[in-house]
């Protein structure tokens, strides 16, 4: 399973962001797709992800202001990123799992200015 992102770049606080996942490969293993994000000096942490029946979950930090979309074919998953705040920069990374393997494309750098 190969992870590829699009999207990001710089927004003043408040705005609107999007990113998109495409997978490619053994996409029909694929259960779980999601984000997760790194500030620097800081842990990656879990952003969003969602599961092939549609059941999300969301850092307590982002509930309200982002949400995750699977389209039915299940092979990208969409992050839209709203009422962004500088504490959002940071460099977030697709993630998607099967029951044997998890997988992580290239990160994309979100950047919140004040």
């Known amino acids: 399973v190969q992870l590829q992102a699009s999207g990001g770049g710089s927004v003043q606080a408040g705005g609107s962001l999007g990113i998109s996942c495409a997978a490619s490969?053994?996409?029909?293993?694929?259960?779980?797709m999601g984000w997760y994000r790194q500030a620097p000096g800081k842990e990656r942490e879990l952003v969003a992800r969602?599961?092939?029946?549609?059941?999300?979950i969301y850092a307590d930090s982002v509930k309200g202001r982002f949400a995750i979309f699977r389209d039915t074919a299940k092979v990208t998953v969409l992050l839209q990123m709203n009422s962004l705040k500088p504490e959002d920069t940071a460099v977030y990374y697709c993630?998607?799992?099967?029951?044997?393997?998890?997988?992580w494309g290239q990160g994309t750098q979100v950047t919140v200015s004040s």
């Open positions: 490969g053994s996409i029909s293993s694929v259960n779980v």
């Open positions: 993630w998607g799992a099967t029951p044997r393997d998890e997988y």
């Open positions: 969602i599961r092939s029946g549609g059941m999300a």
